[in-house]
């Protein structure tokens, strides 16, 4: 598929369901947690800050919530914003942080917006997978930074869904899922150009009652764009027939954060 014809369908298709993203989003909204946990307390040095792929905001809201409470007395100008990057308008409206000047729209297939030159700290959490080729992207988020600055990454990486790879290849039918990148690729981008002191690479199973109900979650969070041709509905029913019984479905999400040293 075209990367241009991909990009769009990403965007309408998360633009669709985005009053509705924040409700399905339990896994993206606990990892968001995690990583800004990690953040809190970056010694992070003066310049731009910015969240790439930020969608509905939930790792700037988590990081402000977490600066409150372990600071309530703090000013808000202690702990500037991330700037909401993102390429769908409907997710952005619907992120508190992205009001006024919070929020900028822009295609990170285009590479970092001017906005943010030399940037103190880049975060992402589930959005570097649906870009175009996300290890050079990666390495151009790493290679941007100002010295001293930090990269805080959360993505599903190709350890992800074994269910669905199983009930494919015994229903002999093409996985049709996004190609997520590998965590052993990542990990090598990031370290040609970052020292990275954080490195996780966690695993999470959560019920989803079975493939069909996995895949109307999907569509319902937004996520089901793919490179992929639909399976016809006789594919379907195999694929869903082969299901593994157990009611449950597992990710693996590559955590990192890294700093960079040299100019």
Known sequence: MNSQIFSQQVRHRFGRQADHYNGHAKLQRAIAWRLARHCLSLPLPPGPRADLGAGTGLVGQALREQAH??????????????????????????????????????????????????????????????????????????????????LALAVPTAGSFPQWHQAAAAAHVPFTGLALPSAKNLIAAARRHLQVPTYQRLRFTQPCGNGLTFLREVRQLGASATRQKPLHPSQLRRLLQHWPAGGTLGWEVVLLVGQRLTP
Do not use: Y
């Open 69 to 150: 409470q372990a600071m309530p007395e703090a000013n808000a100008q202690d702990n500037p914003s991330l700037l909401q990057v993102d390429f769908c308008p409907e997710l952005l409206a619907c992120n508190p942080m992205a009001k006024g000047q919070g929020g900028l729209l822009w295609d990170l297939n285009a590479g970092l917006p001017r906005e943010i030159p030399q940037p103190a700290l880049l975060t992402s959490s589930f959005a570097l997978q649906w870009l175009d080729d996300p290890i050079q992207q990666l390495e151009l988020w790493c290679s941007a930074l100002r010295p001293r600055g930090w």
